[in-house]
């Protein structure tokens, strides 16, 4: 399998809304030959709402998407997808990156509570690869993607979540960590792109690595 030719099982690809994480997971995916496990955020009966809302609708929003992805990731154990090789569009801390930025402090409490009560060891990828882009640049990329629940996503709300992304990456050290700036980079119409990703992935020897191709 050409994914172990990497010495990787699980490749995780994070970042903020917008910024291309299904596309390159998909493309890793078919290139690697391995598992590809999505987050569902079309499934959620909440996030049309909170859009719309994010005050009232916040912490419903966040609720369902930490059942939904640990019910996701309970499944992978009873498949044992991970002895295949899975590269996945999301880290299950996400979620709580997440609700630092939506919800209030007593919200932020209760939700830590259920977190704490249904969450138990998960296994961490063996690469996370966080994805990198300037606020405009995603807005443009979410308007082109025409989504009917993201037509309420304002570019401030998105900076806030950039800045948590920032913040959380900068001081991660859970896994080995590629950060990718990917402004030059167009993972979905140039394969010589995913090439120069799977070269540099290739070369990485510390635990946290920063690449930007300008080549082009």
């Known amino acids: 399998m050409v994914m172990r030719n990497l010495h990787l099982k699980h490749i995780a690809i994070e970042g903020p809304i ?40 916040a912490l419903p929003v966040q609720l369902s998407f930490l059942f939904s992805r640990l019910r996701q990731w309970q499944a992978l154990h009873q498949q044992d997808l991970f002895h295949q090789g899975i590269v996945t569009d999301y880290i299950f801390a996400k979620d709580r990156l997440f609700a630092t930025v939506t919800l209030s402090d007593e919200e ?20 996370v690869i966080y994805l990198q882009s300037d606020a405009d640049v995603i807005m443009n990329r979410i308007r082109n993607r025409g989504r009917d629940f993201e037509r309420h996503l304002g570019v401030d709300y998105l900076r806030r979540i950039i800045g948590a992304y920032d913040r959380f990456f900068f001081n991660y050290q859970e896994t080995p960590l590629l950060i990718v700036q990917t402004d030059r980079l167009n993972f979905a119409e140039k394969p010589e792109d995913i090439d120069a990703l799977l070269s540099r992935i290739g070369k990485m020897r510390s635990g946290t690595e920063f690449w930007a191709d300008y080549s082009g």
Not at 28 to 54: H, K, S, T, V, W
Not at 108 to 127: E, F, I, T
């Open 108 to 127: 932020l409490s209760l939700y830590d509570q259920v977190l704490h009560a249904v969450v138990v060891d998960l296994p961490k990828p063996d690469l």
């Open 18 to 57: 917008g910024v291309g994480k299904t596309t390159l997971a998909r493309n890793l995916a078919d290139r690697l030959q391995a598992g590809l496990i999505l987050e569902q955020i079309d499934d959620n009966p909440f996030i049309g709402l909170f859009y719309e809302d994010p005050q009232r609708h």
